[in-house]
């Protein structure tokens, strides 16, 4: 009688390596993606991030970005004023924009952000006292729009973004008196360039750390991120050090770097 050779059947679980045994299995490459900004929660609640916080967050990603490392000697004089620290009994959305840079002015608001004539020798033409970057032309119409108008009355706000918008139409909105101006990195800086956004009375730089559908923020979307740090670099950096210029981190803050180095400390302990 003909013996027939049974032939062991084929794993129907693609995962399962059958040289490993039974209950061993391959584990499946992760592909990598991009980080993104990660929160403080508790119950769903963002936590306050203080502003030694939101400095460290700011200079980690600066040295990340464009290698510039800001020694201690360097921040001692500034690092307790150049962060702007915000009310915490006020939600940081759209709308309440305008009211964060009022209590962050003190009594000095309506000079700084609302008055419309030029003072010769204090107040020059196309001189803001606040540049607001965001990373599209929509958001920043949305914060000119709903979080500016209050204050923006007497003396508009300027858009400084390329969507629709000609640089000669720029240039001759800036030869008035400037309080605000709101847009993106790449037209920002094209403005400066060419001298027609001076920065002699700015005062702060409002960065909008709103992230869009996909996750991306002014720090993270590719060739925006880019366009910041050059902006950056180039214009506001001396400034800051010299403690002349403040920065506004507004939005939705960064995890502290305190969470994090308890995670790396677990992670050396195992």
Known sequence: MATTEVKPSADK???????????????????K??????????????????ASEQLTFFLNQLESAIGVRVS??????????????????????????????????GSSWRESLCEGEIIEGKVEPGNPSVLVISSSALR????????????????????????????????????KRVNIGSGTPSRIKKLIDIEALGLSRLDMIVLDMHT???????????????????????????????GNLRICLYG????????????????NQH
């Open 13 to 31: 679980n693609p995962k399962r390596n059958p040289s490993l045994g039974p209950k061993k299995y391959l584990k499946k490459k992760k592909s």
């Open 212 to 242: 869009d559908v996909k996750g991306f923020s002014l720090f993270t979307l590719p060739q925006v991120r880019d366009e910041f740090w050059d902006l950056y670099k180039n214009c506001f950096h001396q400034r800051v050090l010299e």
């Open 252 to 267: 939705p803050k960064p995890a502290t770097p305190k969470l994090k180095n308890k995670k790396k400390q677990r992670r």
């Open 33 to 50: 993606k991009p980080k993104a900004l990660t929160f403080d929660k508790n119950d769903g609640d963002e936590q306050p991030v203080s």
């Open 72 to 105: 201690s000697l360097e921040l001692d004089p500034i690092k307790d004023k150049c962060i702007v620290e915000l009310s915490q009994n006020l939600d940081q959305n759209v709308s309440n924009l305008g009211e964060h840079l009022k209590m962050s002015y």
């Open 140 to 175: 920043s119409l949305e914060l000119q729009r709903e979080g500016l108008r209050l204050l923006t009355k007497q003396c508009p706000a300027v858009k400084l973004f390329s969507k629709h918008l000609k640089v000669e139409e720029q240039v001759s909105l800036l030869k």
